[in-house]
């Protein structure tokens, strides 16, 4: 029913001739087009060409045949006074089959998980695992093994995996996923992902839920297994402009009695299984209707020709009218066959196919008096198509017009009225706009149209700052003017505290488990000081769905896994008086909801910031928020945040600066900033002005056939990227560093840790002052082990990242631990010599198995099991620390 | 019946109408209006029609441009960031602005004496055509220090040999920007006069961009001095906002000057007055009256011989901008383009009695004098129009102690103005002056209204979070002026209520 319109074709002009959509069931009729324009040539009469646009209207103007119009008529076509092509954009629905294979693999050890889908597009499986004896319905990610090449792991609790074609004649596109079946592993949970339309496939508004074992709760999303075709018969949902349909839902009785017979036998005995579906995808395509009009020099009467490339059944629903108002009539017979009258207001007739090609079409033949013939089409699936959604026009009159002329003066007409139009609707957006237009029956209508101009303006205005922002700070070139200034600077920056910041990173994965963390950790307050950290960042504080603190949901709600808020303010206190600077957790990407909305997504918080579902991004499923799109990449596992919504950033200055005000925070580490544009973590970082703040700006690097590149320059350009549009008022967790350590020390490949220009390859290569350089974490490392720096080369890490320039930041569980003096004795020679986030390193060897720099000239360092001596000579290089595979030396 | 039909279809028209008339206070304007209005809500005629003329013209006539990046081409054939301002472009149509100002560089475009190099403006042009935008174009024959656009080479390298092309100050320093007015007819560029190489820059400019003429391109500013504004550079360096700064200097010691000034001394009999500028003015960033010439009270400016230099000196300039304006008007005369000129707004030590700053800018305007009469008769004789910036400044954010009187200064160079019938365009200074928009509104909506105003300037800080809203903020309230918000309907039951309030017996009497 959905009726379809037209763009404007000045705002599109290259509409004709591009190709549509991949999935196109018919060639484009573009290449009429083209065909088309070649002819007026030959007549050479008023070619006037600015634009594409014009010179299909000289088709128009010239009298020569056209491949469209020719098929028609075979009289001479001298007489054709108007032809116009008019592009029609519909929506058409693509159906494929999707399917879901659980088997042996070939070593009939192993099972398989293949899912597949016919249908073209860039696909992603989005996926994760349960574990045996996990409750709620999180997902996490599942063993490195498991994981098919191409992986990408999103967060810590699912991977992104394309489905690929195995070859090029397939018709499907293919992930298979290799597992044990005497893993841990309960279920496989996923959901499929186009990302050419960004549509998501789920099954029943839920993931699709592949037990492995059988005893799982059924929680109404189950696909095979011990169920059979079953859990397929409900209607599977949709989703943006993707329709899963179901198969048949009459297949309901019959799945029920096939219902597995051992489904009372709760072994782990595994069961294969093939599920099929069709799926459809909506599909935008362009087709052409053309027309044209002469005049039958036997009759008199005027012919119009219509014909059009659209596939199927093509009703026209058409009249004439007397005048410009555009009243419909209906002329006097006769009319073509198959042709109906509709409540005597119209006129309906059914498009004939034509004998060559996949065109339709029909001849109607009016009597000259008519002022224009108006139609619109309608379509086999009840799809009306309109012409900028008024009725199409074609005018009549002009029998007396001498051709060459009329097409000249009907360029000008043209023009004006397309110009009439570009101006009405420029009209209505100053209206909207300025809030003019207020008629109140369209209130509600133009209000949300008035929205989303607004949104694209923001949006508009958002990508020409970025850019405009990038041109500025010439990012790479920072380092000369950076490194030039040779001492440091004493000011106090947001991104760089005073330069000379070493952080403690205060916690680890298990740090809840105590439930008095604060109290623990403010008994180390003095011995972290004494051993040389300026700043400590403390775990996340708030209320949290999960005990770590990372699924936060009242913000205000400080009492935590960690200790009540009392506890925190006395240990903020008590790290203060020992001169360490306290960094807060923030989450500001995502939080958990207190309610459901009336779909029963959970999506209305509470405590005292109650959002409504305004502050959810739109473009997440998992959360049907009313927000708009969101400015980054979205956590799928809570509802993520619309920051372009005012009153949700005046929320977070506010929360923010009580965190300043009430417990003392110094400044954040700012969680998962890939969620959300850089220019909205500037604006917090002005309204709370930290002392320093850092991003978790974390994806991953680039492999290629499983072997990371050298050049892993657009990795850091990310994290640059987003430090600059955060203005660089926050450094960012330097992840590019931490990779290549991992290469460069498990592969002996210490030539990895010098760029082309011969810098250090990570983001302190490009932006040493707002690098924070770290080796592990609580998500790389501690028991989670996501990413784990390479065993026993931690040291050799700290040895890197403690000489350099950068923010180095220490993980707790290797300050407390048999690494505690050679960090210790590190941290004293960089603080000795005055090592900064600026310092210069220089770099004199980066071979296979040796990495060598020296530092501001004070500090000279090796890494790797090679050989390196600093040069003997007037500087005196003295050996001030040696560990395993690394040496530092410093200026005596 | 017909009520019925009001409510259920236009209310909000209603109110609206009302409301226009309310601010009137006119209660036949009232009847009528509301009679009108509703007739044609029963024809459901659109709304913009039953507006009542008086309130909203302002909104009809106010078109707001805002100035593209200063180096949007800089090296004469490729547009820089050209994806930022495409996307700023459609933001801006979005937002119903009318148009965008382009700074044409003379030195982007000329590298070599009468050869031209226009393909990244024309470039830019198509953008803005594309957009559906207007375009008005400043020829810049000025250099810009930041970001940095120099003069064409061939000109430079002839400064360094001949440094008298350029204005000096009494230390013989030189100002390297943009070319003395004294050189204006003389053939010191490789046997031509200045006037002859803007001509043909001119005419280059006109042949090239001919399709764009009177349809894209709308208005035309011509370049009258450094910073394209009409004045000597009489500060160096560009004073930074919010620092007291002092009078400036006279520019008048290039050997050029010098010359002309001993001609004009010598035929009014006074030979002796004519060997150089005033002795007892104080330098660039001196207070005015640390010497004794711009003193408030006896000071030389007052003198017989005050009057004689500043009559010159002022007179000069005024004869400078009639020969660029002059040439501009007999070139695009003939096309549907305006011509317009920028004049400076030295509001510093307004409230003194000498006026250091218009002084030694070039404008003889004191306390007993109103140097802008000669300003504004010359663009009147040309037919040109006025662009006047600094509208964002207000008295309230001057450094007080700087005497200065931005508004005042505004207020006497638009009275001027209106006098000789030269039409008023509006410039801000930079985004972001503390009520700086507040004061662009008061200047555009205010007794006196501005058609035409010039926002500066895209870039970066325009776009910002902190800047861009603001701005968004200001195009809407400009298309909306004097409606306070409680009076908008807001909602259905206010609507209603305004229906009953109209629902006139008149109206009965009409519609039915």
Same mark, same amino acid.
């Given at each position: 029913?959905?009726?379809?319109?037209?763009?404007?074709?000045?705002?599109?002009?290259?509409?004709?001739?591009?190709?549509?959509?991949?999935?196109?069931?018919?060639?484009?009729?573009?290449?009429?087009?083209?065909?088309?324009?070649?002819?007026?040539?030959?007549?050479?009469?008023?070619?006037?060409?600015?634009?594409?646009?014009?010179?299909?209207?000289?088709?128009?103007?010239?009298?020569?045949?056209?491949?469209?119009?020719?098929?028609?008529?075979?009289?001479?076509?001298?007489?054709?006074?108007?032809?116009?092509?008019?592009?029609?954009?519909?929506?058409?629905?693509?159906?494929?089959?999707?399917?879901?294979?659980?088997?042996?693999?070939?070593?009939?050890?192993?099972?398989?998980?293949?899912?597949?889908?016919?249908?073209?597009?860039?696909?992603?499986?989005?996926?994760?695992?349960?574990?045996?004896?996990?409750?709620?319905?999180?997902?996490?990610?599942?063993?490195?093994?498991?994981?098919?090449?191409?992986?990408?792991?999103?967060?810590?609790?699912?991977?992104?995996?394309?489905?690929?074609?195995?070859?090029?004649?397939?018709?499907?596109? /293919?992930?298979? @996923?290799?597992?044990?079946? *005497?893993?841990?592993?309960?279920?496989?949970?996923? !959901?499929? +992902?186009?990302? =050419? &339309?960004?549509?998501?496939?789920?099954?029943?508004?839920?993931?699709?839920?592949?037990?492995?074992?059988?005893?799982?709760?059924?929680?109404?999303?189950?696909?095979?297994?011990?169920?059979?075709?079953?859990?397929?018969?409900?209607?599977?949902?949709?989703?943006?402009?993707?329709?899963?349909?179901?198969?048949?839902?009459?297949?309901?009785?019959?799945?029920?009695?096939?219902?597995?017979?051992?489904?009372?036998?709760?072994?782990?005995?595994?069961?294969?299984?093939?599920? /099929?579906?069709? @799926?459809?995808?909506?599909? *935008?395509?362009?087709?052409?209707?053309?027309?044209? !009009?002469? +005049?039958?020099? =036997? &009759?008199?009467?005027?012919?119009?020709?219509?014909?059009?490339?659209?596939?199927?059944?093509?009703?026209?629903?058409?009249?004439?009218?007397?005048?410009?108002?555009?009243?419909?009539?209906?002329?006097?017979?006769?009319?073509?066959?198959?042709?109906?009258?509709?409540?005597?207001?119209?006129?309906?007739?059914?498009?004939?196919?034509?004998?060559?090609?996949?065109?339709?079409?029909?001849?109607?033949?009016?009597?000259?008096?008519?002022?224009?013939?108006?139609?619109?089409?309608?379509?086999?699936?009840?799809?009306?198509?309109?012409?900028?959604?008024?009725?199409?026009?074609?005018?009549?009159?002009?029998?007396?017009?001498?051709?060459?002329?009329?097409?000249?003066?009907?360029?000008?007409?043209?023009?004006?009225?397309?110009?009439?139009?570009?101006?009405?609707?420029?009209?209505?957006?100053?209206?909207?706009?300025?809030?003019?237009?207020?008629?109140?029956?369209?209130?509600?209508?133009?209000?949300?149209?008035?929205?989303?101009?607004?949104?694209?303006?923001?949006?508009?205005?958002?990508?020409?700052?970025?850019?405009?922002?990038?041109?500025?700070?010439?990012?790479?070139?920072?380092?000369?003017?950076?490194?030039?200034?040779?001492?440091?600077?004493?000011?106090?920056?947001?991104?760089?505290?005073?330069?000379?910041?070493?952080?403690?990173?205060?916690?680890?994965?298990?740090?809840?488990?105590?439930?008095?963390?604060?109290?623990?950790?403010?008994?180390?307050?003095?011995?972290?000081?004494?051993?040389?950290?300026?700043?400590?960042?403390?775990?996340?504080?708030?209320?949290?769905?999960?005990?770590?603190?990372?699924?936060?949901?009242?913000?205000?709600?400080?009492?935590?896994?960690?200790?009540?808020?009392?506890?925190?303010?006395?240990?903020?206190?008590?790290?203060?008086?020992?001169?360490?600077?306290?960094?807060?957790?923030?989450?500001?990407?995502?939080?958990?909801?207190?309610?459901?909305?009336?779909?029963?997504?959970?999506?209305?918080?509470?405590?005292?910031?109650?959002?409504?579902?305004?502050?959810?991004?739109?473009?997440?499923?998992?959360?049907?928020?009313?927000?708009?799109?969101?400015?980054?990449?979205?956590?799928?596992?809570?509802?993520?945040?619309?920051?372009?919504?005012?009153?949700?950033?005046?929320?977070?200055?506010?929360?923010?600066?009580?965190?300043?005000?009430?417990?003392?925070?110094?400044?954040?580490?700012?969680?998962?900033?890939?969620?959300?544009?850089?220019?909205?973590?500037?604006?917090?970082?002005?309204?709370?002005?930290?002392?320093?703040?850092?991003?978790?700006?974390?994806?991953?690097?680039?492999?290629?056939?499983?072997?990371?590149?050298?050049?892993?320059?657009?990795?850091?350009?990310?994290?640059?990227?987003?430090?600059?549009?955060?203005?660089?008022?926050?450094?960012?967790?330097?992840?590019?560093?931490?990779?290549?350590?991992?290469?460069?020390?498990?592969?002996?490949?210490?030539?990895?840790?010098?760029?082309?220009?011969?810098?250090?390859?990570?983001?302190?290569?490009?932006?040493?002052?707002?690098?924070?350089?770290?080796?592990?974490?609580?998500?790389?490392?501690?028991?989670?082990?996501?990413?784990?720096?390479?065993?026993?080369?931690?040291?050799?890490?700290?040895?890197?990242?403690?000489?350099?320039?950068?923010?180095?930041?220490?993980?707790?569980?290797?300050?407390?631990?048999?690494?505690?003096?050679?960090?210790?004795?590190?941290?004293?020679?960089?603080?000795?010599?005055?090592?900064?986030?600026?310092?210069?390193?220089?770099?004199?060897?980066?071979?296979?198995?040796?990495?060598?720099?020296?530092?501001?000239?004070?500090?000279?360092?090796?890494?790797?099991?090679?050989?390196?001596?600093?040069?003997?000579?007037?500087?005196?290089?003295?050996?001030?620390?040696?560990?395993?595979?690394?040496?530092?030396?410093?200026?005596? | 019946?017909?009520?019925?039909?009001?409510?259920?279809?236009?209310?909000?028209?209603?109110?609206?109408?009302?409301?226009?008339?309310?601010?009137?206070?006119?209660?036949?304007?009232?009847?009528?209006?509301?009679?009108?209005?509703?007739?044609?809500?029963?024809?459901?005629?659109?709304?913009?029609?039953?507006?009542?003329?008086?309130?909203?013209?302002?909104?009809?006539?106010?078109?707001?441009?805002?100035?593209?990046?200063?180096?949007?081409?800089?090296?004469?054939?490729?547009?820089?960031?050209?994806?930022?301002?495409?996307?700023?472009?459609?933001?801006?149509?979005?937002?119903?602005?009318?148009?965008?100002?382009?700074?044409?560089?003379?030195?982007?475009?000329?590298?070599?004496?009468?050869?031209?190099?226009?393909?990244?403006?024309?470039?830019?042009?198509?953008?803005?055509?594309?957009?559906?935008?207007?375009?008005?174009?400043?020829?810049?024959?000025?250099?810009?220090?930041?970001?940095?656009?120099?003069?064409?080479?061939?000109?430079?390298?002839?400064?360094?040999?001949?440094?008298?092309?350029?204005?000096?100050?009494?230390?013989?320093?030189?100002?390297?920007?943009?070319?003395?007015?004294?050189?204006?007819?003389?053939?010191?560029?490789?046997?031509?006069?200045?006037?002859?190489?803007?001509?043909?820059?001119?005419?280059?400019?006109?042949?090239?961009?001919?399709?764009?003429?009177?349809?894209?391109?709308?208005?035309?500013?011509?370049?009258?001095?450094?910073?394209?504004?009409?004045?000597?550079?009489?500060?160096?360096?560009?004073?930074?906002?919010?620092?007291?700064?002092?009078?400036?200097?006279?520019?008048?010691?290039?050997?050029?000057?010098?010359?002309?000034?001993?001609?004009?001394?010598?035929?009014?009999?006074?030979?002796?007055?004519?060997?150089?500028?005033?002795?007892?003015?104080?330098?660039?960033?001196?207070?005015?009256?640390?010497?004794?010439?711009?003193?408030?009270?006896?000071?030389?400016?007052?003198?017989?011989?005050?009057?004689?230099?500043?009559?010159?000196?002022?007179?000069?300039?005024?004869?400078?901008?009639?020969?660029?304006?002059?040439?501009?008007?007999?070139?695009?005369?003939?096309?549907?383009?305006?011509?317009?000129?920028?004049?400076?707004?030295?509001?510093?030590?307004?409230?003194?009695?000498?006026?250091?700053?218009?002084?030694?800018?070039?404008?003889?305007?004191?306390?007993?004098?109103?140097?802008?009469?000669?300003?504004?008769?010359?663009?009147?004789?040309?037919?040109?129009?006025?662009?006047?910036?600094?509208?964002?400044?207000?008295?309230?954010?001057?450094?007080?102690?700087?005497?200065?009187?931005?508004?005042?200064?505004?207020?006497?160079?638009?009275?001027?103005?209106?006098?000789?019938?030269?039409?008023?365009?509006?410039?801000?200074?930079?985004?972001?002056?503390?009520?700086?928009?507040?004061?662009?509104?008061?200047?555009?909506?205010?007794?006196?209204?501005?058609?035409?105003?010039?926002?500066?300037?895209?870039?970066?800080?325009?776009?910002?979070?902190?800047?861009?809203?603001?701005?968004?903020?200001?195009?809407?309230?400009?298309?909306?002026?004097?409606?306070?918000?409680?009076?908008?309907?807001?909602?259905?039951?206010?609507?209603?209520?305004?229906?009953?309030?109209?629902?006139?017996?008149?109206?009965?009497?009409?519609?039915?």
């Amino acid at each position: 029913m959905a009726a379809v319109t037209i763009d404007s074709l000045l705002q599109n002009p290259t509409l004709l001739f591009r190709p549509k959509a991949k999935v196109m069931l018919k060639p484009p009729r573009s290449l009429d087009c083209s065909r088309n324009r070649k002819l007026p040539l030959s007549r050479g009469s008023c070619f006037c060409s600015f634009n594409p646009r014009r010179t299909i209207h000289v088709v128009r103007a010239s009298s020569s045949e056209t491949a469209l119009i020719g098929n028609f008529d075979t009289s001479s076509s001298d007489d054709i006074f108007y032809k116009d092509i008019f592009p029609v954009k519909r929506i058409e629905k693509v159906e494929g089959k999707f399917f879901i294979r659980l088997d042996r693999s070939k070593d009939q050890h192993d099972w398989q998980l293949t899912v597949g889908c016919s249908l073209p597009g860039k696909w992603i499986l989005h996926w994760g695992v349960s574990y045996l004896g996990d409750s709620g319905s999180e997902w996490d990610q599942p063993p490195k093994g498991m994981r098919p090449p191409g992986s990408i792991p999103i967060k810590d609790y699912a991977i992104e995996t394309p489905l690929k074609k195995l070859s090029e004649g397939d018709i499907f596109h /293919e992930v298979k @996923i290799d597992f044990n079946p *005497s893993s841990e592993i309960a279920a496989i949970h996923f !959901v499929l +992902k186009d990302e =050419e &339309t960004g549509a998501w496939y789920q099954h029943r508004g839920m993931d699709f839920k592949v037990p492995l074992v059988d005893y799982l709760e059924d929680d109404g999303n189950t696909v095979g297994a011990k169920r059979g075709f079953g859990v397929w018969s409900g209607a599977l949902q949709q989703f943006s402009n993707v329709l899963l349909k179901s198969e048949a839902s009459h297949a309901d009785s019959q799945n029920n009695s096939i219902e597995s017979k051992d489904s009372k036998n709760k072994n782990r005995c595994l069961e294969g299984f093939y599920e /099929e579906q069709s @799926i459809v995808k909506e599909v *935008s395509v362009g087709n052409l209707v053309s027309v044209a !009009v002469r +005049k039958s020099p =036997e &009759t008199g009467k005027v012919i119009v020709c219509l014909e059009t490339d659209i596939p199927g059944d093509v009703v026209v629903h058409w009249g004439v009218c007397r005048d410009d108002a555009k009243i419909w009539e209906i002329p006097a017979a006769p009319y073509p066959p198959e042709t109906t009258v509709f409540k005597n207001k119209a006129l309906r007739t059914l498009l004939q196919p034509k004998a060559t090609g996949n065109r339709s079409g029909a001849l109607f033949t009016l009597d000259e008096e008519h002022f224009g013939f108006l139609f619109v089409l309608k379509l086999d699936d009840n799809t009306w198509l309109k012409f900028k959604e008024n009725d199409f026009y074609v005018p009549l009159l002009g029998t007396s017009s001498v051709p060459g002329q009329y097409g000249q003066s009907d360029i000008t007409t043209e023009e004006i009225s397309s110009k009439s139009y570009t101006d009405g609707i420029i009209n209505e957006i100053r209206n909207l706009v300025s809030g003019l237009s207020s008629e109140k029956s369209q209130k509600t209508k133009t209000k949300e149209v008035q929205e989303s101009i607004l949104q694209e303006i923001e949006q508009l205005a958002a990508e020409a700052y970025s850019i405009f922002r990038s041109s500025i700070t010439t990012v790479p070139e920072e380092v000369v003017s950076e490194t030039e200034t040779t001492k440091p600077a004493v000011k106090i920056s947001s991104g760089t505290g005073t330069g000379f910041e070493i952080l403690c990173q205060g916690f680890n994965w298990e740090s809840h488990k105590s439930g008095r963390w604060y109290m623990e950790l403010k008994e180390k307050a003095s011995e972290i000081s004494s051993l040389g950290f300026t700043v400590i960042w403390l775990p996340p504080p708030t209320e949290s769905v999960s005990p770590e603190g990372y699924m936060p949901k009242d913000l205000y709600n400080l009492n935590s896994r960690y200790g009540t808020i009392a506890e925190l303010k006395e240990l903020v206190k008590s790290l203060h008086e020992v001169g360490i600077k306290v960094l807060g957790d923030v989450v500001l990407n995502h939080r958990c909801a207190h309610f459901k909305n009336q779909n029963g997504v959970w999506n209305i918080f509470g405590g005292r910031l109650n959002w409504d579902d305004r502050a959810v991004v739109a473009d997440d499923p998992h959360f049907q928020g009313r927000g708009n799109k969101s400015s980054g990449d979205n956590f799928h596992a809570a509802p993520n945040i619309d920051h372009s919504q005012e009153f949700v950033r005046k929320d977070l200055k506010e929360w923010l600066g009580w965190l300043r005000e009430e417990i003392g925070y110094d400044g954040w580490r700012l969680d998962f900033v890939r969620g959300f544009w850089g220019g909205y973590v500037k604006d917090y970082l002005e309204a709370s002005e930290p002392y320093f703040a850092v991003g978790e700006y974390w994806d991953s690097l680039s492999y290629t056939y499983g072997e990371m590149d050298h050049n892993q320059d657009s990795h850091r350009q990310r994290i640059v990227d987003w430090i600059n549009a955060t203005n660089g008022t926050a450094g960012a967790f330097d992840v590019t560093t931490k990779g290549i350590l991992h290469s460069a020390l498990e592969r002996c490949e210490y030539w990895r840790l010098s760029d082309k220009k011969g810098k250090p390859p990570g983001v302190v290569g490009w932006w040493p002052s707002r690098a924070v350089t770290f080796i592990e974490n609580h998500d790389t490392g501690s028991t989670q082990g996501h990413w784990r720096f390479p065993g026993g080369k931690e040291m050799q890490g700290y040895a890197y990242i403690l000489t350099h320039p950068g923010t180095p930041a220490v993980f707790y569980d290797h300050i407390f631990s048999h690494h505690r003096s050679e960090i210790a004795n590190l941290i004293s020679v960089r603080n000795r010599n005055g090592i900064h986030c600026r310092s210069l390193v220089k770099i004199v060897k980066a071979e296979r198995d040796v990495y060598a720099a020296i530092i501001d000239e004070k500090v000279a360092m090796k890494i790797g099991p090679g050989y390196y001596e600093p040069p003997s000579g007037s500087q005196g290089w003295s050996l001030a620390l040696e560990g395993r595979d690394y040496k530092v030396w410093e200026t005596s | 019946m017909e009520v019925s039909v009001i409510r259920s279809s236009s209310q909000a028209k209603i109110s609206k109408t009302e409301l226009g008339c309310r601010d009137l206070s006119q209660i036949s304007r009232f009847r009528k209006a509301g009679l009108r209005f509703t007739l044609k809500a029963v024809h459901s005629d659109p709304v913009l029609e039953s507006k009542s003329p008086a309130t909203f013209k302002s909104l009809d006539r106010l078109r707001l441009f805002v100035g593209l990046p200063l180096d949007a081409v800089s090296d004469g054939n490729s547009v820089n960031h050209a994806r930022a301002i495409g996307a700023g472009l459609k933001a801006l149509k979005l937002l119903g602005v009318e148009g965008v100002e382009l700074p044409v560089w003379w030195g982007v475009v000329e590298n070599e004496m009468g050869k031209y190099d226009w393909s990244g403006y024309l470039a830019v042009a198509e953008m803005v055509q594309k957009a559906g935008l207007k375009l008005h174009v400043s020829l810049c024959f000025h250099a810009s220090s930041q970001p940095r656009i120099p003069l064409p080479k061939w000109v430079t390298k002839i400064g360094e040999s001949q440094s008298s092309i350029f204005f000096a100050d009494r230390s013989g320093q030189h100002y390297q920007q943009c070319l003395s007015l004294a050189v204006d007819n003389l053939a010191v560029l490789d046997g031509k006069t200045p006037i002859q190489v803007y001509q043909g820059f001119c005419e280059s400019f006109k042949t090239t961009f001919s399709p764009f003429m009177g349809s894209t391109i709308t208005g035309i500013s011509m370049g009258l001095g450094p910073d394209g504004e009409l004045r000597y550079p009489s500060h160096h360096k560009p004073a930074k906002s919010g620092t007291i700064t002092g009078g400036g200097e006279f520019q008048c010691y290039d050997t050029n000057m010098l010359n002309l000034l001993k001609q004009y001394a010598e035929a009014n009999g006074n030979p002796l007055w004519g060997l150089g500028g005033p002795h007892d003015a104080p330098t660039y960033d001196q207070a005015p009256n640390s010497n004794s010439f711009f003193k408030d009270h006896g000071g030389s400016w007052e003198s017989p011989y005050g009057d004689f230099f500043l009559s010159w000196y002022s007179s000069e300039l005024v004869s400078h901008g009639n020969r660029l304006l002059s040439l501009a008007s007999s070139i695009f005369g003939d096309t549907e383009v305006n011509v317009y000129g920028k004049v400076p707004l030295m509001h510093s030590w307004y409230k003194t009695r000498a006026h250091p700053s218009e002084l030694t800018a070039g404008f003889y305007n004191t306390a007993s004098r109103n140097g802008y009469e000669a300003v504004a008769e010359m663009f009147a004789r040309n037919s040109c129009k006025i662009i006047l910036p600094g509208m964002d400044l207000s008295d309230e954010h001057q450094p007080h102690d700087a005497l200065s009187s931005p508004e005042s200064l505004l207020a006497q160079i638009r009275t001027t103005c209106n006098k000789h019938r030269v039409e008023v365009a509006g410039q801000n200074l930079a985004p972001g002056a503390p009520g700086g928009i507040e004061q662009i509104k008061k200047n555009m909506l205010g007794e006196n209204k501005i058609d035409l105003f010039t926002y500066q300037r895209m870039g970066a800080h325009f776009f910002s979070p902190e800047h861009f809203p603001s701005f968004t903020e200001f195009v809407r309230s400009l298309s909306q002026p004097e409606l306070h918000p409680d009076d908008l309907p807001s909602d259905e039951a206010e609507a209603t209520e305004s229906v009953q309030t109209s629902s006139d017996p008149n109206i009965h009497l009409q519609t039915a």
